[in-house]
């Protein structure tokens, strides 16, 4: 079954405590992105990479850490949560992004709380 | 930087009526999704508009870009309550490969 796998899909944690989030996709995709959803500010990009040892930033990269050294993962990484931080995290990927041609496949989402 | 704006933010109709709601871009579209979630889950595909004046659909779903493409409507025929949830549009950007998404229409239909 084609997927984009999350974990953990729940997590609560204390300030400066570093974590990682794992996204997994099984579908040979070449674009995978993560974003923050907030209520009011709506689902925003957080890092994306275009491929292998690719990876650029999108509106809100502060705080976040990222990498690509195989295709099918690209955990993210916060090296020191914040409470700012709280927030529902999904990951995507796609065949290429090539200017919005193709659709993106979400995770389930994790839900991460910073106390 | 490009802004996608949705409205409503928030559409409460009764079972069997009619909606639509809108998603406008401020600058040039050049792929413009529509994306449906259930409260607190990931997000689910629904359609993908390019050209000027396409029009796509998919059960009781219609989806347009106009031709100018700046703008883009979802239309949902006779609603139930399968269709509540939030309603998101995206787009990618033409010169780079961020994608941006409008802060999303939430549905409910009132049996």
């Known amino acids: 079954e084609a997927q984009v796998t999350q974990n953990p899909r729940y997590l609560i944690t204390v300030t400066g405590k570093k974590l990682t989030v794992t996204c997994s996709q099984n579908?040979?995709?070449?674009?995978m992105s993560w974003y923050r959803q907030d209520p009011g500010l709506g689902l925003r990009q957080i890092y994306y990479?275009?491929?292998?040892?690719?990876?650029d930033k999108g509106d809100v990269p502060e705080g976040y850490k990222v990498s690509r050294k195989e295709k099918r993962n690209f955990p993210l990484i916060l090296e020191s949560p914040s409470p700012n931080q709280t927030s529902l995290y999904f990951c995507?990927?796609?065949?290429?992004?090539?200017?919005?041609?193709?659709?993106?496949?979400f995770g389930p989402g994790t839900r991460l709380t910073v106390t | 930087s490009q802004e996608l704006e949705q409205s409503p933010q928030s559409l409460i109709v009764q079972e069997g009526k009619n909606l639509t709601i809108n998603c406008t871009s401020s600058?040039?579209?050049?792929?413009l999704y529509w994306y449906k979630q259930k409260y607190g889950e990931g997000l689910i595909f629904l359609m993908m508009?390019?050209?000027?004046?396409e029009e796509k659909s998919h059960e009781k779903i219609t989806a347009k870009l106009d031709e100018k493409k700046q703008q883009s409507s979802l239309h949902i025929t006779a609603s139930q309550p399968s269709h509540a949830g939030i309603y998101l549009c995206?787009?990618?950007?033409?010169?780079?490969?961020?994608?941006?998404f409008g802060k999303g229409t939430r549905l409910h239909i009132l049996p």
């Open positions: 995507a990927s796609s065949l290429t992004p090539s200017g919005g041609s193709y659709e993106q496949y």
């Open positions: 579908m040979n995709h070449e674009y």
């Open positions: 990479s275009m491929n292998v040892e690719v990876t």
């Open positions: 600058k040039t579209l050049y792929g």
């Open positions: 508009l390019q050209k000027g004046g």
């Open positions: 995206g787009a990618g950007g033409n010169r780079d490969d961020k994608i941006i």
